[in-house]
């Protein structure tokens, strides 16, 4: 009873370091070396030669990240449910749905692009809220899910390829040339999705990858 009480308030202790000597974090800009440290909540390490940010221990950096993919996740969930956008032409009225604009774009002559916009638009960002989420929650009780390392390091490898920003600026560009021609509206879907957007951006942003590396090392140990 005791242990698991240490271990529940292990969530709000500041960054544990893990066992195992010294360690070292290299500057990205200039590859200094320096000897990495857990720095107080709300402040960041930077290079002592060029001044740019090494790492930083965000505060309530596990409920943060793990409260963002949540909202991401279920955000995701209307995207499918409601439509994207609305158009009105003449006398044709038409919903378009994310997932029935990627099969019609399938169905008819771009293949490619269709499978990019699931694979980077509907996948990706699944993966990297999904692992945020099964590798955060955990450890927000000090234990370390099963298989957590793999899960986190899959997450940060799709990172790259979650392209919802990019996805959505594609949609305005192409609505410009569109409203031209026949009336677009937003559906609940756009604005969704663009929740999306800014909550995949404040998971990735509520951890450093320094802070959850060193966390998942202390409570596998
Ligand atoms: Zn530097």
Same mark, same amino acid.
């Given at each position: 009873m005791k242990k698991g009480f240490s271990r529940t308030w292990r969530a709000l202790l500041p960054w544990p370091r893990p066992p195992g000597g010294e360690r070292y974090a290299v500057c990205h800009f200039c590859d200094t070396l320096h000897q990495s440290f857990p720095v107080d909540e709300g402040t960041a390490a930077r290079c +002592?030669?060029?001044? +740019? %940010? %090494?790492y930083q221990n965000r505060p309530a950096s596990l409920a943060r990240a793990s409260a963002f993919s949540l909202a991401a996740l279920l955000l995701m969930a209307l995207v499918h449910v409601f439509p994207f956008l609305t158009m009105d032409a003449a006398t044709m009225r038409r919903d378009l749905t994310l997932v029935g604009a990627a099969t019609a774009l399938m169905e008819q002559d771009a293949p490619i692009l269709g499978t990019a916009i699931i694979l980077f638009t509907m996948i990706t960002p699944l993966m990297l809220a999904g692992g945020m989420i099964y590798v955060c929650l955990p450890l927000m009780f000090g234990r370390a899910a099963p298989g957590a390392g793999h899960a986190a390091k899959w997450m940060y490898r799709s990172e790259p390829w979650n392209m919802v920003e990019v996805f959505l600026l594609g949609v305005l560009v192409s609505l410009m040339k569109l409203a031209k021609v026949a009336d677009v509206h937003f559906g609940i879907g756009f604005w969704a999705f663009a929740g999306v957007m800014l909550c995949m951006a404040g998971a990735v942003a509520g951890i450093d990858r320094e802070e959850l590396w060193d966390r998942l090392e202390v409570a596998k140990g």
């Open positions: +002592a030669r060029c001044g +740019a %940010l %090494l």
